[in-house]
């Protein structure tokens, strides 16, 4: 049985028509030529081969060769996959060139960044399996834990203030945001104001736990398949906003920061290694339990499995980087990483970065830590659980219900992809 919301049909259909619609350009010669001009403006060179490099879920990047060697790579984000691509841009720029400046993660170098309108074109829209593992491991290690150590006042996005100086000015844009309005139809509105900060852990979870259940009210199709689905996902999230108000979903010593780096896409697709298997360069932007083949359990079997053997190479990296001088014990990583996936906050941490996946999770992996054993089972847990909350919150869970029924059979689509211009035809660039 499949507990989660799926993401809208109808935004999904339209957002990949857009998307698809404008990738087709890339086949032109003539829509290729100027960018490869515009790189060669920017880094000059003995050009030998342009070609598109990778087209991912939410931009595509095209690579010029040099001889006798170096590349220089544009990268431009997806209309139709990317709602907001100027300040994803802004964002991204911002955090790799503070990673650059205050860490040793390789970070590709920024020739330069723009904005649509500064765009080239007016575009139309020899080791054992384990020992390379641990060799991986250790490098992974080394940039989360490099990540971890920039401490930040407040959450949120960096800008970038002079030559040497960052701040949080901004809202954090997440990955889950994006596709909640991309796929989840929510209002741009639902957001935080772009200038929004939140300056504690409990408030940002807070404003997370929030968006989840406003998630549910404003997907208009295929978010329930039946009334008692609906009560079930409404319960799961009403509990979990509950509990994120009354604070037992953050640890009190980290209220109020120092802050982290948070990167909501670090995985292997999203990592460039050297034939030797070195790291190259880590771009900022495995599989998810939600998707995996066997199952949330045996996934999470799978990868306790992983995490010792990640973790204990974390471990020796740090005792190295601590007997060297440039680490002390409070900004080991490995034995927060461990906590958390003892403790289960891992899995809270994911079903509030995770809205699709939101009720699988909650329902396996959060309800009984909270709310302890269902005579009732999984699936009927709910049924147990409603009896948890006010009288107003079940008098808005049945007008829910009754909404979410007229809208199976309507099957409205509101989408507020309110930038996309032209069907489409807007982008911005980045090399």
């Not at 939410?58 to 590349?71: M, V």
């Not at 593992?133 to 290690?141: D, V």
């Amino acid at each position: 049985m499949n507990l989660n919301i799926s993401p809208d049909d109808v935004c999904w259909a339209q957002a990949e028509t857009i998307s698809d619609t404008w990738l087709l350009q890339f086949l032109e010669i003539d829509i290729l030529r100027p960018i490869a001009d515009f790189i060669l403006h920017h880094n000059r060179g003995n050009a030998t081969e342009f070609a598109i490099l990778r087209k991912g879920s939410y931009n595509i990047s095209l690579r010029l060769k040099y001889e006798p060697n170096g590349a220089t790579v544009i990268r431009f984000p997806q209309p139709g996959a990317v709602l907001f691509p100027e300040e994803k841009i802004v964002n991204e720029v911002s955090v790799m060139r503070f990673l650059a400046d205050q860490t040793t993660i390789p970070i590709p170098f920024i020739l330069h960044s723009g904005t649509k309108q500064e765009s080239p074109l007016a575009l139309s829209h020899s080791s054992s399996w384990k020992a390379r593992l641990r060799r991986l491991y250790a490098q992974m290690a080394d940039v989360l834990l490099q990540l971890s150590l920039p401490a930040l006042p407040r959450i949120g996005s960096l800008s970038q203030q002079d030559d040497f100086t960052w701040e949080v000015t901004r809202r954090p844009l997440s990955m889950n945001m994006n596709e909640l309005v991309r796929l989840g139809c929510l209002p741009r509105s639902q957001l935080p104001h772009v200038d929004t900060t939140f300056p504690t852990a409990s408030s940002y979870v807070q404003f997370l736990a929030d968006l989840n259940l406003d998630h549910l009210i404003h997907q208009r199709n295929d978010a329930v398949t039946s009334e008692d689905d609906c009560r079930r996902k409404y319960v799961a999230r009403c509990l979990f906003r509950n509990l994120a108000r009354e604070q037992r979903l953050t640890t009190p010593a980290l209220e109020n920061g120092p802050f982290n780096l948070w990167c909501d896409d670090l995985r292997p697709a999203n990592v460039l290694l050297s034939q030797d298997l070195h790291i190259a360069g880590v771009w900022l932007l495995i599989e998810r339990p939600e998707e995996w083949a066997g199952g949330v359990e045996e996934w999470t079997r799978v990868f306790e499995a992983r995490l010792r053997t990640f973790l204990q190479v974390m471990q020796k990296g740090e005792d190295q980087e601590i007997q060297r001088g440039r680490l002390h014990e409070g900004q080991r990583l490995s034995g927060a990483m461990r906590r958390s996936w003892e403790s289960g906050d891992f899995w809270v941490m994911y079903a509030l970065r995770n809205s699709f996946a939101f009720d699988l999770v909650y329902w396996l992996k959060i309800d009984e830590r909270f709310f302890g054993v269902s005579g009732r089972g999984v699936e009927r847990a709910w049924e147990e659980r409603v009896g948890l909350l006010s009288e107003e919150e079940k008098e808005e869970m049945e007008m829910l219900v009754t909404r979410k029924m007229a809208e199976r059979v309507s099957r409205p689509l509101i989408w507020d992809a309110d930038h996309v211009e032209d069907n489409g035809t807007g982008a911005d660039g980045m090399d």
